[in-house]
């Protein structure tokens, strides 16, 4: 009995440790340049890989922009930002995420013209999407005066 209540209690006390780290505390944040600094180097990412306009097929460039917003949804979630951008942040991972999954919904012939990977209907709610929390991420660069480019295309803040 005293070995399961010894189990229970370092069950109990992981579990809690677990938790407290998942919260993360502001020392694990990234600061405001740190955190500018990483979306922009994971848009640059993106652009380098996402050269889908050169893609052959619908096919192909659905690929590339599967396994580009796979990753980048995986990069993303892990950062921890500064505690003032959580929000923005978490805006930018559910779009990115609604994106994601987006393209991973969508499946095109062998043969298809890579022209109707980025006109498919389905696909053009979630591009158009993602522009507005990569905007409001960027404003707050540019309100704190910080040299950031995280993929805000400009001209399309509204949509």
Same mark, same amino acid.
């Given at each position: 009995m005293r070995y399961l209540q010894l189990l229970t209690l370092t069950v109990l006390a992981a579990a809690f440790v677990g938790v407290f780290a998942a919260c993360g505390d502001d020392e694990e944040r990234l600061t405001d340049e740190e955190y500018f600094a990483e979306l922009t180097r994971l848009d640059k990412e993106f652009d380098e890989r996402g050269e889908a306009d050169e893609a052959a097929s619908a096919k192909d460039a659905s690929d590339l922009f599967r396994e580009a917003a796979r990753d980048y949804d995986e990069a993303l979630s892990d950062l921890n930002p500064p505690e =003032?951008? /959580? =929000? @923005?942040? #978490? =805006?930018? +991972? #559910?779009?990115? /995420?609604?994106?994601?999954?987006? +393209? !991973?919904? +969508? #499946?095109? @012939? !062998? =043969? &298809?013209? &890579? /022209? @109707?990977f980025f006109e498919h209907e389905d696909l053009a709610e979630p591009f158009a999407a993602v522009n507005a929390p990569f905007c409001a991420v960027q404003a707050v660069a540019d309100d704190k005066g910080i040299e950031a480019d995280v993929g805000c295309e400009e001209g399309e803040e509204g949509e």
């Open positions: =003032d951008l /959580q =929000d @923005e942040h #978490d =805006d930018l +991972v #559910d779009a990115i /995420q609604t994106f994601r999954s987006a +393209v !991973e919904a +969508v #499946d095109f @012939e !062998e =043969d &298809a013209p &890579a /022209q @109707e």
